[in-house]
């Protein structure tokens, strides 16, 4: 361990002596100030304060874990370039204590330019505050931004089991359809039947959410009242109405499990705006499982788009600060990751080939969101065996690169939500640490085995 340790050490101070790590710390705190001050959100106190979080934190963030990766390559390529690496495992240092060394060296480099950037956006913030010409604004930030609320989806498995069986009834009867027309249309393509059953799942969800005159809409939510604090949860939510002009009117309840109603509001404004709705904390049951319903009272058909974020509970989970540290936690475990994917590279490849893969497994890895949409699309919408095959060379190449993907705890903190770590360790852990062990055993073993004499230059 002593010496990792020291190899450690010689990597970080060398960053600094020569002026890179210093470079780094300053570009990083110059772009997240310049980001928190240059954004403009809808001259509300804390939009403001949280739009201009997220645009700094996006912005630091990427240029640090750029900076990262070109870092890990050049640290371990470069001694083994100039036969540093060469001199330095003929001593009793083994060359995976050299790995571990850089390893550690260039992730305290992250760490300290990524705190280093955090403090500066906390003072930036303070002035940004301070000069806030709205006392009433400021006033408010205590439980609309000093405070963190846990966030609550519906439960929408049961609606989505109902669509999918409708979806299915319905794409045979639209296959028969196009089967009887073929010979009519010889211009038809495969695209437009893709099209076709877009457009009819989506037909199906609205049909679906609709509720109608005098009807009830019930939605199941699923959280912890044990680490509920405060003195309210919110309702936040949009909904559509066939009159646009005309005010939308119901009652919202929630009910406990025999059915009775232990709390009920009235509702009236208008549709297509977002709502926000405090329920005491004292009225709700203090169950896992809360349902909560809306009845139509005036006269119109309304939607809730709970398939797009249109309907979410959220409560008090604490302050700010508990939040900082667990979304510095995930920050930092995703850097630790993107350092190892460098070092790895460069155990294996030349500098600009270790460099340029870097790069491409980081900026794919960005994208990863809108392959899994394809691969969401063509497994539901055409599951012939050709698209199953394919889909499984998908899966195979987002796994490789989505997990050197940021877990969203950035927009997460900006926004005020608290970080789900139970969920996020159910989804995120067990695949990040395989992806994680994995890396970290090649870029080991190809160094410990690897002629690296032999290794191409470029």
């Not at 020291?6 to 960053?15: E, L, P």
């Not at 877009?198 to 699923?222: A, C, H, M, N």
């Not at 044990?226 to 939308?248: C, H």
Request: with cysteine.
């Amino acid at each position: 361990m002593r010496k990792i340790a020291s190899t450690a050490r010689i990597v970080f101070t060398t960053t600094f002596r020569r002026g890179a790590g210093w470079g780094l710390l300053v570009f990083c705190v110059i772009s997240a100030v310049f980001m928190f001050f240059a954004t403009n959100s809808d001259s509300t106190l804390v939009n403001e304060l949280q739009l201009r979080f997220r645009y700094s934190l996006y912005a630091f963030t990427t240029i640090l874990n750029i900076s990262l990766l070109y870092f890990g390559c050049v640290s371990l390529r470069k001694d083994i370039d100039e036969r540093r690496f060469h001199t330095v495992s003929a001593a009793p240092v083994h060359r995976w204590q050299l790995f571990w060394g850089h390893f550690f060296g260039i992730f305290s480099l992250g760490v300290v330019v990524f705190l280093a950037c955090s403090a500066a956006l906390t003072v930036s913030c303070a002035i940004f505050i301070a000069g806030w010409p709205k006392p009433e604004e400021k006033a408010g930030l205590g439980e609309k931004f000093f405070s963190t609320y846990y966030l609550c989806y519906p439960d929408l498995s049961g609606i989505m089991d109902g669509i999918r069986a409708e979806y299915e009834k319905r794409v045979a009867q639209y296959n028969l359809a196009l089967e009887e027309h073929e010979h009519d249309d010889e211009h038809h393509h495969h695209d437009d039947v893709w099209k076709g059953r877009k457009v009819l799942l989506d037909d199906i969800k609205k049909e679906r959410q609709i509720i109608s005159p005098g009807g009830t809409g019930s939605w199941q939510f699923e959280w912890n009242p044990a680490s509920a604090r405060g003195e309210f949860i919110l309702l936040r939510f949009k909904l559509y109405a066939n009159v646009q002009r005309s005010m939308a009117k119901g009652e919202w309840r929630i009910t406990d499990d025999s059915g009775k109603t232990v709390w009920h509001s009235k509702f009236a404004d208008y549709p297509f705006l977002a709502h926000e709705l405090k329920i005491p904390l004292e009225s709700v049951p203090k169950e896992r499982q809360l349902k909560i319903s809306f009845i139509e009272e005036g006269g119109n058909y309304i939607i809730f788009p709970v398939h797009h974020g249109g309907l979410l509970m959220l409560y008090n989970s604490g302050g700010l600060f508990k939040n900082f540290v667990l979304a510095t936690v995930f920050s930092l475990s995703h850097m630790a990751l993107l350092v190892a994917l460098s070092l790895t590279y460069s155990s294996i490849f030349s500098f600009s080939v270790a460099v340029f893969v870097s790069m491409a497994t980081f900026m794919t890895g960005l994208l990863s969101g809108f392959f899994a949409k394809i691969l969401d699309d063509l497994t539901f919408f055409d599951p012939s065996f050709a698209k199953v095959v394919f889909s499984f060379f998908l899966k195979v190449g987002l796994w490789l690169t989505e997990s050197a993907k940021a877990p969203p705890v950035c927009r997460m903190f900006s926004e005020g939500i608290s970080v789900p770590v139970a969920k996020l360790l159910a989804e995120w852990g067990p695949g990040f640490a395989a992806y994680f062990g994995i890396v970290l055993a090649i870029g080991i073993i190809s160094l410990n085995k690897k002629e690296i004499d032999k290794i191409l230059q470029s």
